[in-house]
């Protein structure tokens, strides 16, 4: 096919971002054209945020089932069917898959483009059928793709990534993982609690991103009770018939065999394919396009980034804020509408889950934490267990950050980041009512250590301005 088409925003990629994005910029006026090679719906739908929490729910179900002794109820011996926890993990997934696909059916048939677009020119690209397309501004959406370490490639079927794991027919009886990031941890631990036999490896020292050393401890205490968890290794792989045989050294060493080996060492920027230099814009030191977070601009170029593809904030909401960020600014270009972005904060759904928010200890002068393992409502649930650190600035106590791994993390993280982005001090947020009992009264002990620190007492050469008189 030949033939050039022109737009004033062209999307290349139709994920969260991509979509986003292109809806952005029609709805402002753009004539628009989306550019997809499958139009299959998007990774978190199909392979990322949905199927892996749906494993993971299945997993708490089995848990709670194992759990029930403490409060009087006996059930039995639990049995996990893995073919039918597999079952409903697609079958869900296949649902909220067929409503993205619905709803991206619902954009104009002319705005949709079936094809793999490369730059041949700053405002130009090119679609593998050969058809061409001139745009006054391009957003980049392509997301991202998992990363398989030297070594790995050649393990056939055995290999896993969260692009195939969730086609797996039943559970298996051992599997490896390798990279402790939120998908290793996630899915290790969802494996583990369904009974698969799970190994952990991660060449760093720690369980991937944790910053604060009590929740690191904390986590990795309640890791290391599910499965054999190896930081700090290098680990090799041998492909064998029916298994994959793993060494490993470094500050453990050992060799055994797995059924599978799922791979989760970080998920790259797709920008391989699309010739940037075509495109004449200014790359980082891993090859993404240097860009404003404010505006998605790539320098003063009319090309813009949005979701996984610029590399700073892979997750869901920010897929989507930068998505619609990326399409205003295409249509506003060469003028620019800077946007203030969300207080960063991720959540990893381990059991419990474990939340980062905003600025860490480096970076606040008051630390206030709290333990769970005591904390009313949690010990009424069974859960009583984890700590969290909040990190406030001085001199006023204007709470900055976060680290949580705690029963309902998840929501205390929200309030948490809430508070932040409206810039309340610890003072503010102990102000507001806390029902009893409930778990967020567990942050009452750590807001209470900042206010106690706060304010920040003045050098003792420094007038106090009181007692009056003297
Ligand atoms: C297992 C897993 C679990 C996750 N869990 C969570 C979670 O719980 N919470 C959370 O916030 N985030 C989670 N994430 C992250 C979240 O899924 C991503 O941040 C988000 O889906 C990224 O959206 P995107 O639009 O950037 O990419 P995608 O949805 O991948 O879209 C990219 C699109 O670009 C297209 N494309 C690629 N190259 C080209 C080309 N050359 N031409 C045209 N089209 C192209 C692709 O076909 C695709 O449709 C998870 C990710 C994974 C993998
Ligand atoms: N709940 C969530 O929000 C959620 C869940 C899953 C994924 N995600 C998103 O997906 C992104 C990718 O996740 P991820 O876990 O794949 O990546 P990651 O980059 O966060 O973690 C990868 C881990 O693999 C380790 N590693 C890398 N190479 C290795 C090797 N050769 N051998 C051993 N260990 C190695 C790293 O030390 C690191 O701990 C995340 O950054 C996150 O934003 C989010």
């Not at 957003?139 to 969260?162: F, H, K, M, Q």
């Amino acid at each position: 096919m030949t033939g050039t088409l022109t737009c004033d925003v062209a999307v290349i990629g139709a994920g969260t971002a991509g979509l986003a994005a292109e809806r952005a910029a029609r709805s402002n006026g753009a004539r628009t054209l989306l550019i997809d090679p499958e139009y299959n719906g998007t990774t978190c739908a199909n392979v990322g945020c949905m199927p892996s929490k749906l494993l993971i729910a299945a997993s708490h179900a089995a848990h709670a089932a194992r759990s029930t002794a403490m409060f009087g109820i006996e059930v039995g011996k639990v049995r996990v069917d893995g073919a039918a926890v597999m079952q409903r993990v697609r079958d869900e997934r296949d649902r909220f898959a067929r409503l993205t696909r619905e709803s991206i059916a619902d954009i104009p048939e002319h705005v949709r483009l079936i094809g793999r677009a490369r730059f041949t020119a700053p405002d130009r690209l090119e679609l593998d059928d050969g058809r061409t397309i001139d745009a006054r501004a391009i957003v980049i959406a392509t997301g991202s793709a998992p990363s398989i370490p030297d070594g790995y490639s050649n393990l056939g079927d055995r290999l896993l990534t969260n692009d195939n794991i969730f086609e797996l027919e039943e559970l298996p009886a051992r599997l490896a993982v390798i990279g402790s990031g939120p998908i290793g941890l996630e899915l290790a631990q969802a494996m583990a609690r369904l009974g698969v036999k799970v190994s952990l490896f991660d060449r760093g020292a720690r369980l991937g991103g944790i910053r604060c050393d009590r929740v690191h401890a904390a986590l990795r205490s309640e890791i290391e009770a599910d499965m054999d968890l190896h930081l700090g290794v290098d680990v090799e792989a041998d492909g064998k018939a029916e298994s994959v045989g793993l060494a490993w050294s470094g500050r453990s060493s050992g060799e055994a065999d797995f059924d599978y080996i799922l791979v989760a060492t970080g998920r790259p920027p797709n920008l391989e394919s699309l010739d940037l230099r075509a495109a004449g814009l200014e790359l980082d030191d891993q090859g993404v396009p240097r860009h404003d977070r404010e505006t998605m601009r790539c320098g003063e170029s009319a090309i813009f980034l949005a979701g996984d593809v610029a590399n700073d904030m892979p997750l869901l909401h920010e897929a989507s804020h930068g998505g619609a960020i990326a399409g205003r600014n295409a249509v506003a270009c060469p003028v620019t509408i800077k946007t203030d972005r969300f207080t960063p904060f991720s959540i990893t759904f381990t059991s419990p889950p474990v939340a980062r928010i905003g600025k860490s200890e480096e970076d606040g002068l008051v630390t206030g934490t709290a333990d769970f393992s005591d904390q009313g409502r949690a010990r009424v649930e069974g859960i009583n267990q984890g700590v969290l650190t909040l990190y406030a600035a001085a001199p006023d106590g204007r709470l900055i950050g976060a680290d949580l791994f705690t029963p309902g993390s998840e929501h205390l993280a929200h309030m948490l980041t809430w508070a932040i982005q409206q810039g309340q001090t610890a003072t503010q947020f102990l102000e507001m009512p806390y029902y009893h009992p409930t778990l967020e009264e567990g942050l009452k002990q750590a807001l209470r250590t900042i206010c106690a620190a706060t304010p920040i007492e003045l050098p003792q050469d420094q007038d106090r301005g009181e007692p009056a008189g003297t």
